[in-house]
């Protein structure tokens, strides 16, 4: 193996690319890793069902029950994946002492030290979102829209909690905590008033964000979405209300989640618009079919893609990455796993691509030859980089680590009846 790389490494020379300056690149570049897709997004606050738009199928056998099976997942997951893992938390995953509960409003830094301690464990941060969906108060699909001024106060509460509890992290982890701000509040056919909603969504934002916090280490930012189930005719939180936003409100980003589009587009020509004008950005990583469908994240075109846009538009220190899947019709560790590892192979690809000779060509209006050569870099010997890189990471590089996933089901998993 280390002969093909000591030739892979020549022959990626020879287009200017320098292979240990890609691998050592990527072994430092925080990817946050969603805890939401070992429990098919259940939480422990709450047992009622997923709502907010969204929704989990399958029932593969397996699903973490509580925080220690989720959280002995994630270090499953954390075992078979090459690169740093950046934790990402959502606010229904706190976790309470027997006989204690406190509504969201009332969270606290204290129900988080749990994820804080595996944070730490692995000297990593923790990413967090605020959970505005899957709560009784969410008063007819609507949170911090809502005309009820009760209804909204009490998410308004709830975002400033979180704001506090993502301080907690930044503090305690010494990494930046990007908190994103994402709700599910539409309607599912014609509303008479497309204005008044979006209204009350800016003034709750300002409330939210009025709290204090170190500003240098936690990053919020606002997550827009197309449409949803049930939520089909208008969101309040649209890419143009969130993209305004952040463009009107400073220290705030805007988040793009590569299934919050209409089909025809893609995200991999947005990533370049936004390095024009926003400092920091976030993106979440995930795989739509149609619609925002979350699947399991592919090395596909366009994860390729997004990954290439980032690299070369010097991305890599300005666009906070975390994926957001969740599919419970198969084994979610092995779930997991494919998609960290398929976004850490599109990365290692873009870190390998020879940007500068193909953007040379380019600026030069040599477009056949640009053409030609974008077809013959496709063919580089990427493998043989990727599978050097998981073995200095010190994780299998091909298929065989699927087999730890299949006896972790068999010793662990399949006893969870």
């Known amino acids: 193996m280390n002969k ?28 946050a890793l969603h805890c939401w897709q070992g429990d098919d997004v259940t939480g422990f606050d709450h047992d009622g069902p997923l709502t907010g738009g969204i929704q989990t199928t399958g ?4 699903k973490a029950r509580n925080p220690k099976e989720l959280m002995a997942d994630i270090e499953k997951v954390i075992a078979l994946c090459p690169g740093k893992i950046k934790l990402n938390v959502h606010a229904c995953y706190a976790i ?3 006989g204690e509960y406190v509504d969201r409003d009332k969270i606290e830094p204290k129900h988080f030290k749990k994820w804080v301690d595996l944070a730490k464990k692995y000297n990593t941060g923790i990413d967090f979102n605020p959970t505005f969906f899957s709560h009784p108060k969410v008063n007819d699909g609507l949170t911090l829209t809502s005309p009820v001024e009760e209804t909204r106060k009490f ?26 701000i994402w709700i599910g509040d539409g309607y599912k056919d014609i509303p008479a008033d497309r204005v008044g909603p979006r209204m009350r969504y800016m003034d709750s934002l300002n409330q939210i964000l009025s709290e204090p916090y170190d500003r240098n280490m936690v990053k919020p930012c606002v997550e827009s979405k197309v449409f949803g189930i049930g939520v089909e005719a208008y969101t309040a939180g649209s890419a143009e209300f969130t993209l305004s936003y952040a463009a009107t409100h400073e220290g705030v980003m805007p988040l793009m989640d590569n299934g919050h589009y209409h089909p025809t587009e893609v995200v991999s020509d947005k990533i370049p618009a936004l390095m024009c004008f926003y400092p920091e950005f976030a993106l979440h990583i995930t795989r739509p079919i149609r ?9 596909d075109d366009e994860t390729k893609e997004m990954a290439k846009e980032i690299v070369r538009s010097g991305g890599l220190d300005r666009i906070y990455m975390a994926l957001d899947y969740f599919d419970a019709s198969i084994n979610r560790i092995a779930a997991w796993t494919t998609g960290f590892r398929s976004w850490q192979k599109a990365l290692l690809i873009a870190l390998c691509t020879p940007h500068k000779a193909l953007k040379a060509l380019q ?3 040599q477009r056949t030859e640009l053409l030609v050569r974008q077809e013959e870099v ?8 990727w599978n050097e890189y998981c073995e200095r990471c010190g994780v299998a590089a091909g298929p065989e680590w699927f087999d730890e996933v299949k006896e972790y089901e068999k010793t662990v998993l399949s006893k969870r009846v």
């Open 4 to 31: 093909r790389y000591e030739s892979a490494k020549k022959i990626f020379a020879g287009y200017g690319v320098d292979t240990e300056a890609a691998i050592e690149k990527l072994k430092n570049v925080p990817v």
């Open 59 to 62: 029932n593969y056998p397996g």
């Open 96 to 98: 309470f002492k027997k």
């Open 155 to 180: 998410w308004i509460e709830h975002g400033k909690a979180c704001i506090r509890i993502a301080n907690y992290f930044a503090k305690e982890t010494g990494f930046p905590c990007v908190i994103n």
């Open 291 to 299: 619609w925002d469908s979350d699947h399991v994240v592919l090395l």
């Open 363 to 365: 600026d030069a209006g």
């Open 378 to 385: 496709k063919m580089l010997p990427f493998g043989d980089i």
